[in-house]
């Protein structure tokens, strides 16, 4: 802490990222202060997993939210705002703390049910575009917070396999249904036989509607010919922004079952496999 405090240039990024990585509760106070301006902070702390980390994001992120919810239906957030909203998405995979599932929670209780009930003025208009969609990455583009928010949690579920966030995924599927089975089917994929996870979500892909949010996973999934293995295959940021891009490539706790290609292959015109993350493959 001494040395992001005191440090310069790359010297100070690297005792910055070093500290993120940490569960040190000293730091909280830095870390507030440095959220202060979330944009410049992305590239710190977007790739950590420390509690004290997600606590502060956490913090900063419902006092946003919570004033952005306060807007009247139809108005739509400056170019500043829109911004900031992007930076704090930025730095959300990997971070658990129960502040943090405090998030997916009211994103799920208070935006789905605007972007539901009030398709014509939502309260979440964004100035891109003066459309309500935005690129929160280079590998989640072009999509509504109604999207989003369940995508960034199978991407936080993917970075670090936290019980709390896969817990949190059941817990939010059960409640609003809907693309919250994405991060579900994630965690699934993550911790449970193949053949037992293909009973339990296959029966999901014959709806339309449900398929689309398989789809979104198995878009994220390849075969690794160096391990031989089936993997996830996960990339955040932005590579041409202040240099916030990484992936991961987790294993699948066992190969794909091969019912799974069978289906697919049944019918590979309708399929588009890449879902919302635009770099995967299958």
Known sequence: ???????????????????????????????????????????????????????????????????FLEKKPGSKISWEEHETLLALLGMMPGKASEKMCEVYELAAEHIQKISSLKRDSEVLKLAYRDTSIFHISNTLEGVTLEQAFPMILVGSVLMDGDSRLQALACKLYEQYGGAWLSPVFASALLTKPAGDVFEAFSPYYKDPVAQRFILNVLGTVKFDTKQNRHTFMFGWGHMLRDDTYFSLTPLLFEDLDVRWIELLAADPEEKKLSGLIKTSYM
């Open 1 to 67: 802490m001494h040395l992001a405090s005191t440090e310069r240039g790359k010297s100070k990024l690297a005792a910055q990222r070093a500290l993120a990585k940490i569960d040190y509760e000293p730091a909280a106070a830095y870390w507030k202060k440095l959220l202060k301006s979330p944009q410049k902070c992305e590239k710190i702390v977007n790739h950590t997993f420390s509690n004290t980390v997600s606590d502060m994001l956490a913090d900063r992120l419902l006092a946003f939210l919570q004033t």
